[in-house]
């Protein structure tokens, strides 16, 4: 019985504890009661100057003590996924927002005066903590199964009504006539790679060998790939799961979304997710590269709708010839959202979390080893990390 109480084993390479055995396993603590009980982080107000100096100092003085105790030789280091969740929010209100879902899930009041007590105690709520920002949250939204699931081609009428009634379209009309949208906005191009939509190609050259492309270059000679529309945020993230509506995991993951980055959800609430302010043209590899946070745009400063496209990952750079400047086509009658530098920003941000702190990888690994050997005999597989990430929506739960 011992063993259900015992800690991840994850932590077992990742934390250097000098006389681990003076640290007692304790039951895991259900952090998610933060949201269970009905705590409105929206509704809080902003800190004072005062307040929030305060909080910063404690919360530095806390995560420099975890990190203290994470191994050297780790690739993913908890204590850097909290510290850049915090400076990676998008505002001052969301990082205020986040001081307080961090002090309360770690049972210390925000605004105390008496100095935190850096003891084992502190140590296994932080641990606990950043297993709540990886389970659910970065997991779900990293570890899917699954791209876009890619529609038939759209028909007249499925595109019409994409343009109007959101709400009354079917999830497969709706994703069919998104990728149209974008397509034509597109100029029927990858948004990164510039490569042409095959099957458009291949309709154009069949009615005419001289065909252009939408900027009037002749077909023949250029790269034609399959082209795929690509969510930034997750397309199945406002997918009802039963017919109460959102799964609990789901709503877990918009609640710490819309901390992140203050009441974003409202974007991309319900159907409006899969609006083309939310998606772009990609071939199937940069889309493979762009839901796994391995590749971003990142705004030229005074240039409007042009971006780098950027990795962190040395090797992707090289691979692709990156960093590339894309200026994003916009529809000839501006009928057609582009795609959002709000939610481009969020994509951004999270990738470079997933990075800096070696989540991603970390991620990455798990999934790879349960890919290729499934649950080992010798019980080193990260299993109770697999079932946690499957309650909360990743591991095909969340699609992108």
């Known amino acids: ?186 100029h029927h191009k990858c948004v990164v790679s510039q490569s042409f939509d095959l099957k458009e190609a291949i309709s154009r050259l069949s009615n005419d060998p001289d065909a252009r492309d939408d900027e009037g270059m002749q077909l023949r000679g250029q790269s034609l790939y399959a082209l795929e529309v690509a969510h930034i945020i997750p397309h199945s993230l406002m997918q009802s799961d039963t017919s109460s509506g959102l799964s609990e995991a789901k709503k877990t993951v918009i ?52 971006y780098y496209v950027k990795s962190l990952k040395p090797a992707v750079s090289m691979a692709f010839g990156l960093p590339v400047t894309r200026k994003l086509f916009l529809s000839d009658d501006r009928s057609i959202e582009p795609p959002s530098p709000r939610l481009l920003a969020l994509h951004r941000a999270f990738a470079h979390i997933l990075f800096l702190s070696g989540a991603g990888e970390y991620i990455n690994k798990i999934l790879d080893d349960f890919d290729k050997t499934g649950v080992r005999a010798d019980g080193t597989t990260e299993l109770g990390r697999m079932v946690s990430w499957r309650m909360s929506g990743g591991l095909g739960g969340i699609t992108v």
């Open 1 to 186: 019985m011992a063993s259900q109480h015992r800690r991840q084993s994850s932590y077992e390479d990742v934390f250097d504890l000098p006389g681990q055995s003076q640290m007692p396993a304790q039951p895991h603590q259900h952090h998610q009661t933060s949201f269970e009980n009905g705590i409105d982080f929206s509704a809080e107000e902003p800190l004072t100057v005062d307040q929030r100096s305060h909080a910063h100092r404690r919360f530095e003085k806390a995560i420099e003590y975890f990190g203290n105790h994470v191994s050297s030789s780790a690739k993913f280091k908890p204590h850097l996924l909290i510290r850049y969740t915090y400076e990676f929010a998008r505002s001052e209100l969301s990082k205020d927002m986040i001081l307080r879902f961090f002090f309360a899930s770690i049972k210390i009041d925000i605004d105390s005066t008496e100095d935190i007590e850096l003891n084992d105690s502190l140590l296994h709520e932080l641990k606990d903590f950043a297993d709540l920002l990886l389970n659910h949250f970065f997991a779900p939204l990293r570890s899917t199964g699954t791209i876009t699931p890619q529609p038939s081609p759209a028909s007249l009428s499925a595109l019409q009504r994409v343009q109007g009634q959101h709400e009354f379209i079917g999830t497969p009309d709706r994703i069919a006539g998104l990728r149209s949208l974008c397509l034509l906005r597109d």
């Open 255 to 306: 609640q710490i979304l819309n901390m992140f980055d203050y009441n974003v959800s409202h974007i991309i609430n319900g159907t409006d997710i899969d609006r083309p302010l939310n998606a772009m043209s990609l071939n199937s590899t940069a889309h493979l590269l762009f839901k796994s946070f391995d590749i971003f745009l990142e705004p030229v400063d005074g240039q409007e709708h042009t």
